[in-house]
């Protein structure tokens, strides 16, 4: 079974430049998440989605993050204007009701390593 | 409001032994509890969980964790290590917010090395 995909795995880009990162969730999951992993943070959740609708995103850091689930297969992390300080790993993940009822339980893609410069 | 806290950031161990890796969690209502492991240049992926029953949860790879609701604990641990167990760790806490919704937190880690 094909996993969560993320895109592009690595990205380098200058400061000021648009960036946005692509996730494709496991088919059937109804629940899809933003994470940013930094050695200084650790793993944040910036946003999350049930059902394509964006449930919070009190984690994003500014106004310059923008998150979008236009359908249930695919998800964009748009960053404008990227600034060095966005160097990170972006996870994506997804999750399922199961009875009714999230367990919790994600499954990750590879990540997506953002450099600014 | 929850945290999760894991006591050691690092955790170097010989190869054949046997190891800990702890976590504590705060919360006031019920929750499901996770392992995670992250190989290097790779995400995620789940090693056991706790959502009821028997407390002690066997997992992946030979790890199994104890749930040990009055200590608020939920510690990871394997009888003999590989060093294919290098990695990163990471205990998470699920917690109802709204309806079915759940929310995940993370712990910040332990890097558990494994030396020949």
């Known amino acids: 079974d094909a996993g969560v995909i993320q895109s592009p795995r690595h990205e380098v880009t200058e400061m000021g430049q648009e960036v946005t990162l692509r996730c494709k969730p496991i088919?059937?999951?109804?629940?899809l998440f933003w994470y940013r992993q930094t050695m200084m943070r650790g793993l944040e959740l910036l946003i999350y989605?049930?059902?394509?609708?964006?449930?919070?995103d009190s984690g994003m850091p500014e106004d310059r993050f923008s998150a979008k689930m236009p359908n249930a297969s695919f998800s964009t992390l748009k960053i404008q204007p990227s600034e060095p300080r966005d160097s990170a790993v972006y996870f994506c993940?997804?999750?399922?009701?199961?009875?009714?009822?999230?367990?919790?339980?994600?499954?990750f893609g590879e990540g997506s390593r953002l450099t600014v410069l | 409001a929850q945290s999760v806290t894991q006591l050691d950031s690092q955790v170097p161990v010989f190869e054949e032994a046997p190891v800990e890796l702890r976590c504590n969690y705060s919360?006031?209502?019920?929750?499901?509890l996770f392992w995670y492991v992250q190989y290097p240049n790779q995400g995620l992926q789940l090693l056991l969980k706790?959502?009821?029953?028997?407390?002690l949860v066997k997992g992946i790879n030979g790890f199994e964790a104890e749930f040990n609701k009055s200590q608020t604990s939920f510690h990871l641990r394997k009888p003999s290590v590989h060093i294919s167990d290098t990695a990163e760790y990471f205990c998470?806490?699920?917690?109802?917010?709204?309806?079915?919704?759940?929310?995940?937190?993370f712990g910040s880690g332990t890097q558990l090395t494994v030396l020949p």
């Open positions: 993940a997804s999750s399922r009701l199961t009875s009714g009822t999230h367990t919790g339980e994600l499954f």
């Open positions: 088919s059937g999951h109804n629940s």
């Open positions: 989605f049930n059902n394509n609708v964006p449930i919070d």
């Open positions: 919360s006031s209502v019920s929750v499901y």
């Open positions: 706790y959502l009821s029953g028997s407390t």
């Open positions: 998470a806490v699920s917690r109802p917010v709204s309806g079915s919704a759940r929310q995940l937190t």
